[in-house]
């Protein structure tokens, strides 16, 4: 059910020993690009380590076990081709983005001098690569929603394939090696946040069992499209994305249980939309394949000038939740301190950065790079393009309004006093813009601006509209509570990349 099967379906056929393989890369945990900012931060790196060893302990019950070592791939196959004298064959999944492949080049290179063959497969996609309905990636269109039409009309979806039983064993005499800590890898263990929404851990068995609560315990799918804006819980929205980005789960895994639920229970829009992100993930990955580089050029897709700023002291505000802005301010303190934010927060900070401050949007994306659990180059550079305006659909430059953002999915204030607690004696909507609250109402909620929370670092014109008419009220009814959405704003989520309407 993880996506490396189809690797394992090969190598059981074409040989007698089999030896899985991972490798911490330390290229992961130097610098980002052009920021240096650490390229894996702490959450990641913890779900990465609960995955390595859920692997091997799955592995092992099938007879086998995971090798680990750490050091650059081409480095520890070329020593293992040395130590052992008789690989016949190197089986590995293909990536996108260019520092994967230039390891895969490597990889490559060394198994020609040793005269051993080289076999790769490509699995990360739901459609596969191969059966796109293009006759060459170029053809790939540029607008989401034409890509999907075309591929739901004309592609399909292969079918999963089980797991094998038994693997076939390791040759004697390997050493397992011991699975690197924090420590050994420059790191230090993240503390657990009891607000998180995404308490979840690494590994292909904790991706099944959320599935199976997210689906067959729950129905939660059943509701998925009313309450995917949310922002407060783990529930609101599937959470595969970090399973996914690693490997843990495959999207076709999650497609054939989403059409046995539709069977089995119930099929709607909900269900549907479940695929219509799995596509938009696809997308992104076919997009990265069609652009190469381009993804992380400053100018875009379709190289469009804009005079980017690198202002060191407005970023830091961003990064570290202190722009004054509580809805900003709100996300960025629970991406920090969880590796996780809501998708609805993600086009929001993004939109700030970019839009309201002006300032590069790499800087944006290196930042997610480090800190986001569910990180996925394709996934992460294609959204920070669309919400700079330089991505492939150059009729898509949409800014967001904060405070109306704030008000419409955070309508009673309960997510921004959750993580910008020095607000929270701000009642109701009103904690969305503490700068325009009276001095009496602000020493009445122990507000003190530029004391206990900043001014705002900017303040753009079109939040004045929305200034005086928040509601304090209690929020819509309905079993949601304050997270849940306004039936007017439901279809709004990821419509945010094709439509044209203002927010």
């Known amino acids: 059910m993880n996506h490396s099967v189809c690797v394992f379906h090969w190598a ?5 020993y089999i030896i899985p393989l991972y490798c911490f890369d330390p290229r992961h945990y130097q610098g980002t690009y052009h920021f240096n900012f650490p390229k894996t931060g702490p959450f990641r790196l913890r779900f990465l380590l609960d995955s390595v060893k859920d692997l091997r302990a799955t592995l ?16 520890v196959v070329s020593d293992l081709i040395q130590q052992l004298g008789s690989v016949t064959a190197v089986a590995f999944h293909e990536e996108v983005a260019s520092e994967e492949k230039t390891v895969e080049k490597k990889l490559k290179a060394i198994c020609c001098q040793n005269k051993v063959k080289v076999q790769t497969f490509w699995g990360s996609t739901l459609y596969h690569r191969d059966d796109l309905p293009f006759s060459h990636i170029g053809g790939l269109p540029d607008v989401y929603t034409q890509f999907r039409k075309v591929v739901e009309g004309q592609g399909r979806v292969r079918p999963v394939l089980s797991t094998p039983g038994q693997v076939k064993p390791l040759p004697l005499g390997l050493e397992e090696g011991t699975i690197p800590t924090f420590e050994g890898l420059g790191q230090t263990e993240p503390v657990e946040d009891c607000r ?10 904790e991706a099944l069992a959320r599935l199976k609560h997210y689906f067959w315990d729950t129905n939660a799918v059943a509701a998925y499209k009313e309450t995917r804006n949310g922002m407060i819980g783990v529930d609101y929205s599937t959470k595969f994305s970090p ?26 829009q909900s269900t549907y939309w479940v695929i219509f992100e799995l596509l938009w993930r696809d997308y992104f990955q076919f997009v990265g394949l069609k652009y190469g580089n381009r993804i992380f050029h400053m100018n875009g897709l379709q190289d469009k000038h804009v005079s980017w700023k690198t202002d060191m002291k407005l970023f830091d505000a ?12 709100a996300n960025m303190r629970e991406l920090a301190l969880t590796g996780f934010m809501s998708n609805r927060g993600r086009q929001n ?29 394709c996934s992460n550079y294609g959204n920070w393009l669309y919400s700079a305006g330089i991505g492939n659909d150059p009729r898509e430059n949409r800014k967001f309004n904060m405070i109306k ?22 009642k109701g909507g009103d904690v969305h813009t503490p700068w325009t609250l009276s001095n009496s109402a602000l020493s009445h909620a122990q507000v003190s601006l530029n004391e206990t929370y900043p001014s705002p670092v900017i303040i753009a014109p079109e939040w004045s509209r929305h200034v005086n008419n928040k509601s304090s009220g209690p929020p819509a009814k309905g079993r949601k509570g ?11 989520g990821i419509d945010f990349y094709f439509s044209k309407k203002s927010f």
């Open 318 to 329: 961003w990064k570290d939740g202190r722009t004054g802005v509580p809805f900003v301010d």
């Open 243 to 268: 399973w996914l980005a690693l490997g843990c789960i495959s999207p076709r895994y999650i497609y054939e249980q989403i059409k046995k639920y539709e069977a089995e229970r119930t099929a709607n």
């Open 482 to 492: 304050s997270s849940y959405t306004p039936r007017q704003h439901k279809d709004r």
């Open 12 to 16: 059981q056929r074409n040989a007698d």
């Open 349 to 377: 900070v993004a939109s700030f950065l970019t839009k309201d401050l002006g300032l590069d949007w790499r800087l944006g994306a290196e930042w997610f790079e480090y800190l986001l659990v569910d990180h996925d180059v």
């Open 196 to 205: 998180s929404a995404f308490p979840c851990r690494g590994g292909e068995t």
């Open 60 to 75: 092992r019950k099938r007879g086998s076990t995971l090798l680990v070592r750490q050091g650059k791939p081409e480095d």
């Open 405 to 426: 953002q704030g008000l419409d999915y955070d309508n009673n204030g309960e997510y921004v006093r959750q993580w910008v607690p020095e607000l929270r004696g701000i």
